[in-house]
């Protein structure tokens, strides 16, 4: 079994579609609009934008997370949490050994908060 799709509540279609284009760097897969559902990949996963869909809390890889959240932070995005790192990789169970985990959290332009994860080397 593997994971298809995560979906995530969104008022406003089109302001999410922008908002989620800007920070995923891509266009959306997908429109049908009737019934109002916006689809993007997150590396094989589906990222559904639906008005019916619940609030989720998802987590994005991301390459730089400092860049990134200044980059979200200078185009008015709420940061809920600056980077910090939650723990450290002793062996490869959930991440490269020899790194540490850092998280930031955002809040999407429909009020959902969304993790932001960066696997660093150890300094």
């Given at each position: 079994?593997g994971?298809v799709?995560?979906?995530?509540?969104?008022?406003?279609?089109?302001?999410?579609?922008?908002?989620?284009?800007?920070?995923?760097?891509?266009?959306p897969?997908?429109?049908?609009?009737?019934?109002g559902?916006v689809?993007f990949?997150?590396g094989?996963?589906?990222?559904?934008?639906?008005?019916?869909?619940?609030?989720?809390?998802?987590?994005?890889?991301?390459?730089d997370?400092?860049?990134t959240v200044?980059?979200?932070r200078?185009?008015?995005v709420e940061?809920?949490?600056?980077?910090?790192?939650?723990?450290?990789?002793?062996?490869?169970?959930?991440?490269p050994?020899?790194?540490?985990?850092?998280?930031?959290?955002?809040?999407d332009?429909?009020?959902?908060?969304?993790?932001?994860v960066?696997?660093r080397?150890?300094?």
């Open positions: 079994m994971l799709q995560i979906a995530q509540h969104a008022d406003d279609l089109g302001r999410a579609t922008a908002f989620y284009r800007d920070l995923l760097g891509a266009e897969l997908a429109t049908y609009d009737p019934p559902l689809f990949d997150l094989g996963v589906r990222l559904l934008l639906e008005r019916g869909a619940p609030s989720a809390l998802h987590y994005l890889g991301v390459d997370l400092d860049a200044e980059r979200l200078a185009a008015g940061v809920r949490s600056e980077p910090h790192v939650i723990f450290g990789h002793d062996d490869d169970t959930l991440g050994a020899g790194t540490d985990e850092w998280m930031a959290f955002v809040v332009s429909e009020g959902n908060l969304v993790g932001l960066e696997q080397p150890r300094s």
